[in-house]
């Protein structure tokens, strides 16, 4: 049979073409870096525990505009916002209860508890980073931008925080234009040590309401400090003169005052507690004479 040349070089192409089509159907998945080349994105999620909420559809309305896709919640003492997040199908949540004990302390591991609970959930999600931040704080600045330019050695980000002081007529907790740099050594009256974002890869955990460890400890090698002009956390601290009252009665409860070290929350406990001691008095009676007495549906 004499040789012909372009049959053959067709054949060959073509089973060059079935080989590599066959190989990219049994493939591994594409790694970390090879995929942020690909799509030029990372996919973010944000673990959480929330209580009584403020603005919450707000609050997930921002987040779901700066490029996060997944939301973790921990839902606690809030049987109406429940409702709410079933209808979100972007949001996996659970329901549970604060700590009437000593909830000052223990809110931290129910925290920390949760969000490693979901880092495993975030890995099979195929997420790049989870945020760890609280409902009444709003992450701003180029999110994917910032998170996708991390350097692949960085396991863990951490991140800096403002405060708010809130003006007479702003319509939401979120209104608020005027903060505190806490980082700058600004008179903050909660926390100064920022918020943490890390891969959710083995050894990396959540070592308390503000840093992610690996190995169980904090390691410099490891973790990214994130400029505050490239992301920062806003912190929209009890905006409201009701989530105020609500939060420091609720925190008062067998609280170990020793155990806080922020004069503002203890002088607030102290308060709120006052506060409700009225409200019990006035709107909570005890006193109810049977000839003045309605009881609704008799």
């Known amino acids: 049979m004499p040789y012909d040349g372009p049959l053959v070089v067709a054949l ?3 089973i060059v073409i079935v080989f590599l089509f ?48 997944h939301f973790y919640v921990r839902l606690e003492d809030s049987p109406g916002v429940a409702s709410f997040l079933k209808t979100q199908p972007d949001i996996y949540f659970e329901e549970g209860e604060s700590d009437n004990e000593n909830n000052y302390t223990n809110q931290i591991t129910r925290q920390r508890d949760f969000t490693n609970k979901m880092l495993p959930k975030a890995r099979e999600a195929g997420l790049d980073w989870l945020f760890h931040i609280d409902v009444d704080e709003l992450l701003e600045g180029d999110v994917l931008e910032t998170m996708a330019a991390i350097p692949s050695n960085m396991l863990i980000g951490k991140l800096k925080n403002a405060e708010a002081v809130y ?11 005027k903060f505190i740099r ?10 100064v040590n920022g918020k943490g974002v890390a891969r959710p890869v083995d050894g990396v955990t959540l070592g308390g309401a503000h840093d992610f460890v ?7 090698s490891v973790t990214y400090q994130i400029p505050f002009d490239d992301l920062h956390v806003l912190h929209y601290d009890s905006c409201t003169l009701g989530t105020w009252l609500e939060k420091f009665a609720h925190m008062s409860k067998k609280a170990k005052l ?22 019990k008095e006035n709107k909570m009676r005890e006193d109810m004479d049977p000839a003045w007495t309605y009881n609704r549906g008799s």
């Not at 690996?214 to 410099?220: I, R």
């Not at 004069?263 to 607030?268: A, D, E």
């Open 214 to 220: 690996y190995k169980g400890k904090v390691d410099p």
């Open 22 to 69: 066959i190989r990219k159907q049994t493939v591994e998945p594409l790694d970390f870096q090879h995929a942020l080349s690909v799509t030029g994105k990372p996919k973010l999620g944000i673990a959480v525990m929330m209580r009584k909420p403020t603005d919450v559809a707000l609050w997930f309305d921002h987040h779901r505009k700066v490029g996060i896709t």
């Open 182 to 191: 806490c980082d700058k050594g600004g008179p903050c009256t909660a926390y």
């Open 258 to 279: 020793d155990d806080i070290v922020f004069p503002y929350y203890k002088k607030s406990i102290e308060i709120a507690v006052k506060a409700k001691e009225l409200y």
């Open 12 to 14: 060959t192409v073509a």
């Open 167 to 177: 003006q007479d007529g702003e319509p939401t907790c979120f209104s608020a234009k």
